[in-house]
């Protein structure tokens, strides 16, 4: 009973049309070209149901299926759990200590942050994820980190599927020669499949092989992503959170000793926050264990000093020294630039030598911004923010708006 009311579990029937998006269709899709020609080549080309061995590869397969998708539509529709409407902490006077929300009209508790997408205060929110449309947060976190954990367990099984089909059905039909190779597609096997092993087939399992190897990867990198942030009981954000506080430490000269204060001291303890034998993580999203140094507004009290700071820096500007054309992942700015490329959906601008660019945050290898506009392009209300690398701008020497503020004055 457990296992279908989380499986079917929705808070409204509305839910159904996160279905109706690219991310989906195009996982759905993956995850039904691969199991379908695993489970054909099985059967019909490779390993026989008749034989013990390939009763258990096809069992095998349904298992990873079934797994790969239980999870899948739980982190869909699950989803993260939302801070509700016009929240407010019990005690009044923690309220000086978060952040106010005006699109929810309420304070946002600790750990959680607006989605733009969603158009919700998320609890614990770690990104927005187009695959399953939806946020990965607090009560889907385990759900998602175990369908990035199956995906490629599964798709590794299929492509061992995929590339034994193709050698087993090709081996007595491939002819050597000194300077080419033949591969005579209606030759006869001593051992008879059901079905002949014909081009389309080849072609079909070769094209299922690719999607396998590269969801592997592709999906790979992130669960090894996802399990980094989670032995240290953090978000994606959270971590952006922590690089931002040490950056403004060192501006500042501070001498402050920031402590993330959910990092409860060793993996496991962290471990156990997200994945529990129930299925549901721990804690209500609203108050968290911390770390003995902290408190439950360590990490509030540090992000109203990071909004703090970055209305004072967004007054230092920068000037754009080289072109850039905009790429999430541009090669001709390094390497470090390519694969330092921040993971998130937040756009990036293209620079012209010459740009003026107000900087509001960044990391060792990119930084977010707004483009200051001349007034020919400025539209009232249009904005051009994003990210761009580090390495195609300088800081300017001297502040513009304080000088012009300067002059005004002198005028008057």
């Not at 989906?24 to 054909?40: E, F, G, Q, R, Y």
């Not at 016009?86 to 309420?106: M, S």
């Not at 030759?187 to 087939?201: I, N, T």
Request: hydrophobic residues 40%; positive net charge; contains cysteine.
């Amino acid at each position: 009973m457990n296992f279908l009311s989380n499986f079917v579990t929705f808070q409204n029937l509305h839910e159904v049309r996160r279905l109706c998006h690219w991310g989906p269709v195009i996982a759905l899709s993956v995850i039904s070209i691969c199991s379908t020609m695993a489970i054909l080549d099985s059967i019909i080309w490779y390993w026989p149901l008749d034989t013990t061995g390939g009763s258990i590869n096809f069992i095998m397969l349904l298992n990873w299926t079934v797994l790969i998708l239980y999870n899948y539509f739980n982190a869909m529709f699950v989803g993260p759990g939302y801070i509700p409407l016009g929240w407010k902490p019990e005690n009044q006077l923690e309220a000086q200590y978060l952040q106010y929300c005006r699109v929810c009209q309420g304070y946002k508790a600790p750990r959680s942050h607006h989605c733009r997408k969603c158009n919700r205060c998320v609890m614990k929110m770690d990104h927005h994820c187009p695959w399953i449309n939806n946020c990965c947060g607090h009560l889907n976190h385990a759900y998602f980190t175990s369908f990035l954990l199956l995906a490629p367990m599964g798709c590794s099984h299929a492509a061992i599927i995929f590339i034994m089909t193709m050698y087993t059905q090709l081996y007595e039909r491939i002819s050597f020669g000194w300077s080419t190779v033949k591969i005579d597609m209606s030759a006869v096997r001593q051992f008879q499949p059901l079905m002949p092993f014909s081009v389309p087939a080849f072609a079909a399992t070769l094209f299922a092989l690719g999607l396998a190897l590269g969801t592997t990867i592709a999906v790979g990198m992130l669960f090894a992503i996802q399990m980094k942030v989670i032995l240290r009981n953090k978000t994606s954000i959270e971590s952006w959170i922590e690089e931002k506080a040490k950056d403004r430490i060192q501006h500042y000269q501070t001498g402050e000793d920031f402590i993330f204060p959910y990092d409860l001291g060793t993996r496991w303890l962290n471990f156990k926050q997200v994945f529990t034998w129930t299925g549901s993580p721990k804690g209500d999203g609203l108050v968290w264990l911390v770390h003995p140094k902290c408190h439950q507004h360590t990490l509030t009290i540090e992000q109203l000093k990071q909004k703090a700071d970055k209305r004072v820096r967004s007054q230092v500007q920068y000037q754009a020294v080289e072109d850039y054309n905009g790429a999430c992942c541009p090669l001709s700015k390094g390497l470090q630039t390519f694969f330092r490329t921040p993971c998130t959906e937040e756009p990036r601008i293209p620079l012209i030598k010459g740009d003026t660019i107000l900087a509001t945050r960044g990391t060792k290898w990119w930084m977010y911004g707004d483009k200051v506009l001349n007034e020919e392009h400025n539209i009232v209300g249009d904005r051009v923010r994003g990210w761009f690398p580090r390495r195609c701008v300088e800081k300017c020497h001297y502040d513009t708006a304080a000088s012009d503020s300067t002059s005004d004055k002198k005028v008057n």
